[in-house]
Nanobody
Framework: VQLQASGGGLVQAGGSLRLSCAAS????????MGWYRQAPGKQREPVAT???????HYVDSVRGRFTISRDNAKDTVYLQMNNLKPEDTAVYYC???????????WGQGTLVTVSS
């Protein structure tokens, strides 16, 4: 399984970015797709997840600003990030999970830098 994350970059506070995660297999074969982030000197944390049924969850710090979505036809998951803040600066990772097999697959990270 390969997950290709893209869309990171440098943006000013208040700006927007959209991250994409393209999977090498059908995303319907994964129970949960998600975005995680790791800021310098901090542990990796979940940002947003979405199930095959379309149910989404967000960490409190991004709720109302970020939106996770999926395009099954393109086997791609997106993270629309609006009203970005400097504290959103991190490397963002895509993850796919197969629950029954207890398997996680990670993509390479994409760097998001928000300047104040």
């Amino acid at each position: 399984v390969q997950l290709q994350a893209s869309g990171g970059g440098l943006v000013q506070a208040g700006g927007s970015l959209r991250l994409s995660c393209a999977a090498s297999e059908s995303i319907n074969s994964f129970d949960i797709m998600g975005w995680y982030r790791q800021a310098p000197g901090k542990q990796r944390e979940p940002v947003a997840t979405i199930t095959t049924g379309g149910r989404s969850h967000y960490v409190d710090s991004v709720r109302g600003r970020f939106t996770i979505s999926r395009d099954n036809a393109k086997d791609t998951v997106y993270l629309q990030m609006n009203n970005l803040k400097p504290e959103d600066t991190a490397v963002y990772y895509c993850k796919a999970r197969r629950v029954l097999r207890n398997l996680d697959y990670w993509g390479q990270g994409t760097l998001v830098t928000v300047s104040s």
